[in-house]
């Protein structure tokens, strides 16, 4: 079954058991990134940016723990843990730090799959279904890249829109900082986080009735942003 290139990362230090999934994973359609360490897995979750990462727990300088608190950090990406560990406790332990599914190694790899699979789709947004979100006065058609306020168009620059859409798209859910630099700006852009406060600011003297106390694109301080309906 192709899933028509989705992204996954494999993170995992045994290297025969690495190209095999991976070998597995392209037969079925899968863009893949590997890494061996910790370290590498966070480099590659913020380059490769996957649709899924597939972790182990047992890596040689970070503990997968580790690896789901940093990439909780600033990426909602679903976290399907991969592990040799049966006890009930570290399951618990890695749905409570952030993973979204849990396999036990020995498994079979038609299971995996489709582990991943439902784990994409779970994380797809629902505005897929609903390109046109209402909030106030506001009407953003997200198929149309268009925003109307008060029944008049708005006028945003690119990066406005970009920036806006992110945060609309994870409505009711806060966007980290690093997350919204890598989808807005692109990877590279990690500590440019005055460019959220400028384009946050001017996103709310156009959007909002009171720039100084907004009802809808909300800071998390030191965290990140959300966008309120």
């Known amino acids: 079954m192709s899933v028509d290139g989705n992204r996954v990362l494999v993170v995992d ?21 590997v890494a061996m360490t910790g370290t590498e897995a966070l480099d590659a979750a913020a380059s490769a940016r996957p649709d ?20 909780r950090g600033w990426s909602a990406v679903p976290i399907v843990v991969l592990s040799a560990r049966q006890l009930g406790d570290d399951k618990v332990d890695a749905l409570d730090a952030g993973a979204d599914d849990y396999v036990t190694k020995p498994f079979a790899m038609n299971e ?29 058609d997200l198929a149309r890249r268009r925003v109307l306020r008060a029944g008049q168009e708005v006028r945003l620059s690119p990066t406005e829109w970009s920036l806006l859409e992110v945060l609309v798209r994870h409505r ?13 700006w692109g990877p590279a852009y990690s500590a440019e986080t005055n460019y959220l406060r400028v384009y946050t600011a001017q996103l709310r003297r156009k959007l909002e009735d009171d720039p100084a106390n907004p ?3 909300i800071t998390q301080p030191g965290m990140g942003y959300l966008f309120e309906v």
């Open 13 to 33: 230090d045994d290297a025969g058991l690495v190209r095999a999934l991976a070998i597995n994973l392209r037969a079925h359609g899968w863009d893949v990134t």
């Open 52 to 71: 899924v990462i597939l972790l182990d727990l047992g890596l040689p300088d970070l503990s997968g723990f580790e690896v789901i608190a940093g990439v």
């Open 112 to 140: 995996l799959l489709a582990r991943l699979r439902a784990a994409v789709r779970r994380a797809q947004p629902a505005e897929a279904s609903e390109p046109v979100v209402e909030a106030g006065d506001l009407r953003i």
């Open 172 to 184: 009711g859910r806060m966007v980290g900082r690093l997350q919204l630099l890598h989808d807005v």
């Open 215 to 217: 009802r809808h694109i």
